[in-house]
């Protein structure tokens, strides 16, 4: 340690910096690599605009105040040992440099922030550097190639390649890759190491020390992207020569990875895919990433060129030969302990980003100690009557990741939303009933995480099952489905549903301005209601709803799922997460204007008619071949509508009251009938745009739909083409080599 001091002082700190580190870790011949920050600097330059940077020097006093107060207790109790022994093989390894304080508070631009040290389960501890504590992370310099940040739907492109590959070449298989070292791949300028030092534990009760990180540390906000910009370039070059059936040899690793026995399933895909794939004439061969974890997917025979094209693309980016200069424990850039546990392997039954995916089966469910760990953290709350905002914040980041891949989950966090919402400032939360009763329902649902798996195609876009409108006045609801080519089995259908007194005397008006339900809430109900009516009378198999509303609010709560409100719509969104868990299906609403939505606006509005004659109009007004058909909600479906907007919470449970009582369906009018003397006359939009005219739905009853409604259906006149990620435009191409000029500044 002392020798690094003295031989700072004698060369200098930037000539020790390029002594502890050379470039050469990432492949020099790659002349076109799109490096993000040597772009934006170039860019810079040519428009005369100063580069931002980091915010003024810091002063002596600063750094005294931050060193004194040390690390994070984590790392000052828990794991010191651990953090010493982490931080000593990455000194051999030539990642960071540590010295005495006093050694370097004199650098220019040295800034601290302490350490703290994370656990994991199955893995060692991870030591995270927290910047954002001392403000180095808020006032870094925005440099970084942000669009490469692609991981976040990674897990839906892998959904999607799986869902619509094309099964008569066999099942897909799985095969993952995971670096080294991740971030300790990407040098640092001199400059930028100075400020991402951080505070270190005290050394024999002594002094605290300096880390110094030479490569790109964790908890720095910009090391994502720039780590994503090399990965994301790996993986392009990847698919590039997957796609060009480029030649490849075969890569030293090879071997190791034939010689684990993984068991693999070749029985043909149990589960339908969606109406409308994507059907490919070549066997699926597909290579994507999340942060360091390279994901492959490929089907009959493509495994090889597959696995070869990732192999020899990470070696491309990252260097894998060893050179004279490197230290003796250098690792191999990919992980060998992964890879001996059969990570790299093809499988149709794998975890990929922490969920069980069966390829086989089309399923994919969440790992058992997962679920355990979930019904633990749900255990822990559940009797608490207060608790911290940090943690509550915590727990909804848990269930948010659980929410992408279970039907109906996202509309269960209204309530525990206005936890937060309920108390803006306080850094202590109250817990009511209803955040108990919201945490039960969790609870009952993180039961069957692991025991029910979830198909494939219900989480990835499908064509619409049915097309509906629906529509609410204060006296009730109403509202139509129309079968597309995918149900052509079914009859299209109409109902109605009044409002009972109580109901109608809480609408907010202007005779009633303290009323407790808005026009909004009402038309929500009709959503929602329209699908359980819906879905009661042709349970079969996963729909997808494409549903009209003309209330923009009641779109938006749908679309987002959670409102910032504990009112009616909580509930509403609460039985339809309910609806859509047991009923197997999702909606998709769309905004139509009032004066579109014609017939759903009939049918929730004539309550003072008979059931005859209410059933003539309809006929009248909008005539179809063979006729309309009357749906009655049954009593489970009335009972739920009426607790939801009365803000009663029932039990889970309570949602299968009367499984043995249908629908009702009315009797098929006739085609036409003669003018009733109480018909409105306010015409009826009946105009077929021409990119409609080649639709299926385009003729029949669909004429009478919102024209929003068609043309968001529009899009599934084609086949769907599974998400695509963003090559090669995510930062401009730059013809530089990777020398120290061009090393990451912060």
Known sequence: MLSHAKHIKRVGWSNFIRAMQHPRDINSNIHQIKHPAAAY???????????????????????????????????????????????????????WVVLPFHTVRYLPGLKLAPVGVVPQRTRRPRPIMDYTFTG??????????????????????????????????????????????????????????????????????????????????????????????????ATDLANQGIMMAQHYLPHPLEKSISNIAVPLDGSQPSAQHPHHAYTADTPLAYADVYMDDFIGLSQAGTETQTQRAMLHSIDSIFRASTLPEDAPNRKQIISLSKLSTGDCTWSTNKVILGWQLDSADMTLRLPQHKAERLIALLQTFLPLKRTSRRKWQRLLGELRHLAVAIPGARYLFTILQHALLASPTSTRLRLHPLVTSSLQDWQLLAQSLSTTPTP??????????????????????????????????????????????????????????????????????????????????????????????????????????????????????????KLSRN????????????????????????????????????????????????????????LNMISALSEEMLPWESHNLDPTQPTILGSCGKTSVAPLPWTPQEPTSQTLYQFYRSLPIATGPARYLPASLRCAAAQWATPYVPLARRWPTWDSTTHAYFHPANWISA
Not at 49 to 66: E, F, N, R, Y
Not at 170 to 176: A, D, N, Q
Request: net charge positive; glycine share 6%; hydrophobic share 45%.
């Open 41 to 95: 600097l170039h860019r810079l330059a040519r428009t005369g605009v100063p580069a931002p940077s980091m915010a003024a020097p810091w002063t002596q006093k600063q750094l005294l105040t931050i060193y004194r107060r040390g690390a994070h207790s984590s790392a000052l109790h828990q794991f010191k040992d651990f953090l010493f022994e982490d931080m000593l093989d990455m000194i051999k390894k030539k990642y």
């Open 136 to 233: 180095v992370n808020q006032m870094s310099a925005p440099l970084a190639p942000m669009p490469a940040l692609q991981f976040g739907s990674t897990v839906q492109r892998l959904w999607q390649r799986i869902a619509f590959a094309n099964p008569a070449f066999g099942p897909v298989r799985m095969s993952k890759i995971d670096l080294s070292d991740g971030y300790y791949r990407i040098p640092l300028s001199p400059s930028a190491a100075l400020q991402l030092a951080v505070v270190l534990p005290s050394l024999d009760n002594k002094q605290a020390l300096i880390g110094i990180p030479l490569v790109l540390p964790m908890g720095w906000k910009y090391s994502p992207p720039f780590f994503c910009a090399f990965t994301e370039t």
């Open 583 to 638: 009923k197997s299906f999702d909606i998709s609403p769309v905004f139509a204007s009032g004066a579109t939505n014609t017939l759903a606006d009939v049918c929730s509005r004539h309550f003072h008619l008979s059931e005859q004659a209410f059933y003539d109009l309809i006929e009248h007004r909008f005539p179809i071949p063979g006729g309309w058909t009357l749906a009655h909600p049954t009593n489970e479906i009335n």
């Open 456 to 577: 494939i195609t219900t989480l990835v876009p499908q064509q619409p099952s049915f097309l509906g409108a629906v529509d609410a006045s204060g006296t009730g609801i109403g509202g139509a489905w129309v079968p597309t080519p995918t149900t052509a089995s079914c009859r299209p259908i109409i109902f109605r549903l009044p409002f009972p007194p109580h109901i109608q005397q809480r609408l907010v008006s202007a005779s009633n301005p303290n009323g407790t339900l808005t026009n909004s809430d009402l038309e929500l109900a009709a959503l929602v209601t329209g699908a359980a009516i819906l879905r009661s009378l042709y349970p079969s198999g996963h729909a997808h709803l494409l549903c009209a509303s003309d209330n923009a609010a009641a779109v938006t709560w749908l679309n987002k799922g959670s409102p910032s409100s504990s009112a009616a719509r909580a509930f509403l969104l609460r039985w339809l997460a």
